[in-house]
C-alpha cells in the first residue's frame, strides 16, 4: 500500500528509500503490471505499492513508478509469456541499450507486430519504454480488458502516462 502523503505526487519527488526493490510481488512469471511512473494515483486499492528495478542490466537504468499487479487472463497467457520470454526478436535483449537505432527499429517494429496479432496496442509515447526486462502496452480499458481478470483496475484513475508492463523471468 501506498503512504498517504505520497498519493497524488509526482513520482521524481519521492525520496527513493520510499521505493521497494522489485516490481513484481507474485514470484510468478510472466507478470502484468498497471503501472504509472510519472503520478502516484490517489487510490484506495491496497493493491498499490512505490517499486523501483534495475532495467538495463549493466546500464544500471533504475525504473521508478507506482505498481499494481494484474491477473492475466489464462486464454492469453501463453502469448503474453512469448512476449516476456522475448519471442519477438532474434536480439537479445540484454544488449538492448547497446543496438543502434536502426537496430532498435527492427526490435520495435517486431514487438509491435507481435501485439498487433494478440490485438493489443502500443503508442510510440510507450514503445520507448522497451526494455530488457519490461515490455510495454497501453493501458487502455480494452487492453485490460484483453489481457486480465482486474477490470476494474483503471477505476476511478485519472492519471496521463499510465502504462501496462509485461515482465519476464528475470525481474
Not at 503474453?80 to 519477438?88: A, K, P, Q, R
Amino acid at each position: 500500500m501506498i503512504e498517504a502523503r505520497y498519493q497524488g505526487k509526482p513520482i521524481n519527488s519521492i525520496p527513493e528509500e520510499a521505493f521497494a526493490e522489485g516490481l513484481s510481488r507474485s514470484g510468478l512469471s510472466p507478470v502484468l503490471l498497471l503501472a504509472s511512473p510519472t503520478t502516484v494515483p490517489i487510490t484506495t486499492d491496497e493493491r498499490w505499492w512505490l517499486a523501483k528495478e534495475n532495467v538495463s542490466g549493466h546500464y544500471g537504468r533504475i525504473f521508478y513508478a507506482a505498481v499494481r499487479e494484474l491477473v492475466i487472463r489464462s486464454e492469453i497467457l501463453s502469448a503474453v509469456g512469448g512476449i516476456s520470454d522475448e519471442n519477438f526478436t532474434s536480439e537479445h535483449m540484454g544488449y538492448f541499450e547497446r543496438l543502434t537505432s536502426d537496430e532498435k527499429e527492427v526490435v520495435f517494429s517486431d514487438y509491435l507486430r507481435t501485439l498487433a496479432e494478440c490485438g493489443l496496442t502500443c503508442t510510440a509515447n510507450n514503445l520507448v519504454k522497451l526494455t530488457q526486462d519490461l515490455y510495454p502496452i497501453d493501458a487502455t480499458p480494452d487492453n485490460i480488458r484483453k489481457l486480465s481478470t482486474d477490470r476494474d483496475a483503471l477505476n476511478e484513475l485519472h492519471i496521463d502516462g499510465m502504462v501496462l508492463f509485461i515482465t519476464g523471468p528475470a525481474l
